[in-house]
């Protein structure tokens, strides 16, 4: 059975406001790692014990489309879910809200990595957590 | 006529590597911004005033390929191309090299919008210097 | 009278830890605007609308001294306090922790500008939210 | 014999500068680690390479008093001096300058640890490039 959505509330931070007094592109995928961490976490699974396990979640691939600006101060809402899975990578999907209305969307997928690097399987446990074995 | 693809150097900095000792995803669109603001400034035009100009150029997609991870002090080259440009977006493409061998890619689109975050039209000096007018 | 400690609890996100495992120095700066912002929303106010009333609390000053290690994904508890406030200037203090053992202490010492960077009195209503009018 | 005062440039990033405009208090550790970093650099030795030797050198204490702000697409100065230098400990004075004029000034105490977090001596190749052995 698959995860349902999980939800996490983010204050902007001072120093992610430019001088346009919006949050910069590259705030989202900080964001969206805290997503997915989170997300982990509320299965009941430590991302910082999985790579302690030498199974690293790395991303290959990252999208990102932006509605409208979110800004300095804002309680965003990121919505995080999973779009597919197998052992060989994560697709999650991620939605930012500003009192429910949608501001960006992001995707990435996750290929999983020895420490070293090599391609590995994505570990059973993680995979259970998932829904998906 | 198009611009040629403008190169720079980027050298990264210690905390841009993660405990994985990879450069973060989230600073590759910081290194975007910066191959379009250079390559722009190497056709003699300076973002920062066309921002004062009320021409702001923000994100409204941006989309990453990692194919290799980059390290620590490793000294990077980015290509910057343009795609396509018109009155309303210029799509980007960026290629990260280091000793010729490609570590990522991304692209962006970006919209034009006066510094109230209207809609507006390039301006027709931006588009002179991108070669499309 | 004087305004007691404020605690807020700061999630390690995974970027901000260095390839040493370590939270990178220059997150500091950022978890002490985070500790006088949120210090500040606690006694009602909030710091976007001191901007918006032209009251900029730049920081003029900023010490800071490490004990031990922060790493990635800790639960950090940061304790932030006012040593001084006049109306020229407020000092913070700020201790960081995690599982009550003192990992980092900070000070800054801030002024108040308009937005075009000129020094001004910090506003009354400030002044009483820290009990000092 | 003391090294002499190392000089770099470094543009001001886009993200960099706040919604006030200026370049945000935490960028300037990261400002100030370039310049150490290169500064050895010019002496011959990577930095990456002694942390490869097992000696990390992490910030004990960072101090930072700013006069007037940088801002967006600056291209500033960082003068980076060695105030004081031991086995146990190097302490980096840090001048950043926009047209010879002063905006900020920096120091910080580095100690040397292995990557375990062990106090150790600085070793002798580096001291001998500072200028001390």
Request: glycine fraction near 4%.
């Amino acid at each position: 059975m698959a995860l349902s959505p999980h939800r996490m509330s983010i204050r902007v931070r001072y120093p992610e406001a430019d001088r346009l007094g919006q949050v910069n592109s590259s705030c989202y995928p900080v964001y969206m790692e805290m997503g997915r961490t989170e997300m982990l976490r509320a299965t009941g699974m430590s991302y910082r014990e999985l790579e302690s396990d030498d199974c690293c979640l790395v991303v290959a691939k990252l999208h990102l489309t932006f509605h409208k600006p979110a800004r300095y101060d804002d309680e965003l809402v990121l919505e995080t879910s999973i779009d597919r899975a197998t052992s060989a990578r994560i697709d999650h999907h991620y939605r930012f809200y500003r009192d429910e209305v949608l501001l960006a969307e992001g995707r990435t997928t996750l290929a999983c990595v020895t420490r070293r690097g090599e391609l590995r399987r994505m570990p059973e446990a993680l995979l259970e957590r998932l829904g998906l074995a």
